[in-house]
């Protein structure tokens, strides 16, 4: 842990909540989405070494970002779940959750649904913390679930816990964006979500490995698929 010494003269940034040595607003290059995202964050996540929701949200011009754990009785949220313009969809595996590679991706398939907006909730938390929000927010369970298997391990992962099928918030944004995306354009900015979280994750390693602490990054994770 770190010491207390050290926390007091962490001075934070007010906008990425990141130490400001470890400040990484001026690499932020938001944009619109296709599809739009809402970024339910629990509390214990906001306090993460890296909180993937949070910089997914500040890239993205149209996200929006809860922090909670009950989302039952929010106004926003139900706004917008009962939007007659958007389809909401909740990222969480679940028997009945639909997988998104079938869902409806082509621009030409969606026009016929009266050119309504997609809109997908996700939830950044540990998968144990997800399962709460779940049950406690009775909203949420009454809209379709859509779940996604990643074709490959989280870069950060890899490295630090082998064997884990799940994606950060930031990994699972980027992939929904590209899937949507009209073939793989290198330049499309949504991978500039991917390039400011390895930078922040190479970044956090350096630090940590350079006498500051010890403790090792904390991610936020979504475990994207029930276990195997
Ligand atoms: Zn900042």
């Given at each position: 842990m770190p010491e207390q010494e050290d926390l007091k003269s962490?001075?934070?940034?007010?906008?990425?909540?990141?130490?400001?040595?470890?400040c990484y607003c001026a690499q932020i290059k938001p944009f619109a989405s296709d599809p739009e995202f809402v970024i339910l964050i629990h509390p214990k996540e906001t306090r993460k070494a890296i909180n993937t929701g949070r910089m997914a949200f500040l890239n993205l011009q149209n996200a929006k970002l809860l922090v909670g754990n009950d989302f039952s009785?929010?106004?926003?949220?139900?706004?917008?779940?009962?939007?007659?313009?958007?389809?909401?969809?909740?990222?969480?595996?679940?028997?009945?959750?639909?997988?998104?590679?079938?869902?409806?991706?082509?621009?030409?398939?969606?026009?016929?649904?009266a050119g309504l907006s997609d809109v997908f909730i996700i939830?950044?938390?540990?998968?144990?913390?997800?399962?709460?929000?779940f049950r406690l927010s009775q909203n949420l369970q009454k809209i379709p679930q859509v779940m996604f298997k990643p074709?490959?391990?989280?870069?950060?992962?890899?490295?630090?816990?082998?064997?884990?099928?799940?994606?950060?918030t930031i990994e699972t944004i980027h992939h929904m964006i590209e899937l949507r995306a009209n073939g793989h354009d290198a330049a499309a900015p949504h991978h500039h979500l991917l390039h400011i979280f390895r930078d922040m994750v190479q970044k956090q390693i350096d630090y940590e490995n350079g006498a500051f602490s010890t403790e090792s990054p904390a991610l936020s994770q979504n475990r994207l698929s029930p276990s195997h």
């Open positions: 962490r001075e934070e940034c007010y906008r990425c909540r990141k130490a400001k040595v470890m009785g929010d106004p926003s949220l139900s706004r917008l779940l009962n939007d007659p313009s958007k389809r909401c969809y909740l990222l969480f595996p679940g028997p009945a959750a639909i997988d998104i590679h079938d869902l409806p991706c082509s621009p030409s398939d969606r026009a016929g649904k939830l950044d938390a540990t998968w144990s913390m997800a399962k709460k929000m074709e490959k391990a989280s870069e950060f992962l890899i490295r630090q816990q082998p064997g884990f099928d799940c994606y950060s």
